[in-house]
C-alpha cells in the first residue's frame, strides 16, 4: 500500500513560481507522476518521473516552466513551477504508478493522492 500527500499549493500571482511536494508512505514505487484538473475539465497529466530521476516527461504546455524531481532518501516527490500562468490554475495531483510512460494515463495509476489546490490570478 502506498498513501501520497500533496502539498504546496496557493494562490499566486501569474509569473510567479511554486513548489508543490507529494509525501509518499509505503513501498517505492517505479514512477511518479504529477496531473492536474481544472474545474469542468478532464484530469490531465503534467509531469513524470523514474525511480532514481534520471528520466523525466512533461506535457507540452508546461515544458520549459515545470519541473520534477524526488528525493529518494525523504521518499518525497517534488514539481517546481515557474512562470505560472491563470490557464495553469488547478488541482493538483501525485499519483504512482508500475510504469513510467511518456504519456501517463489516470487510468493507469496505481495510488492517488488527495491533491493541492493551485490559483494562478492575472
Known amino acids: 500500500q502506498v498513501q501520497l500527500v500533496e502539498s504546496g499549493g496557493r494562490l499566486v500571482q501569474a509569473g510567479g513560481s511554486l513548489r508543490l511536494s507529494c509525501a509518499a508512505s509505503?513501498?517505492?514505487?517505479?514512477?511518479m507522476n504529477w496531473f492536474r484538473q481544472a474545474p469542468g475539465k478532464e484530469r490531465e497529466f503534467v509531469a513524470s518521473?523514474?525511480?532514481?530521476?534520471?528520466?523525466?516527461y512533461y506535457a507540452d504546455s508546461v515544458k520549459g516552466r515545470f519541473t520534477i524531481s524526488r528525493d529518494n532518501a525523504k521518499n518525497t516527490y517534488y514539481l517546481q513551477m515557474i512562470s505560472l500562468k491563470p490557464e495553469d490554475t488547478a488541482g493538483y495531483y501525485c499519483?504512482?504508478?508500475?510504469?513510467?510512460?511518456?504519456?501517463?494515463?489516470?487510468?493507469?495509476?496505481?495510488?492517488w493522492g488527495k491533491g493541492t489546490l493551485v490559483t494562478v490570478s492575472s
Open positions: 499519483a504512482a504508478s508500475r510504469l513510467l510512460s511518456t504519456w501517463p494515463r489516470p487510468e493507469d495509476m496505481e495510488y
Open positions: 509505503g513501498r517505492t514505487m517505479p514512477a
Open positions: 518521473i523514474n525511480w532514481n530521476g534520471g528520466i523525466t
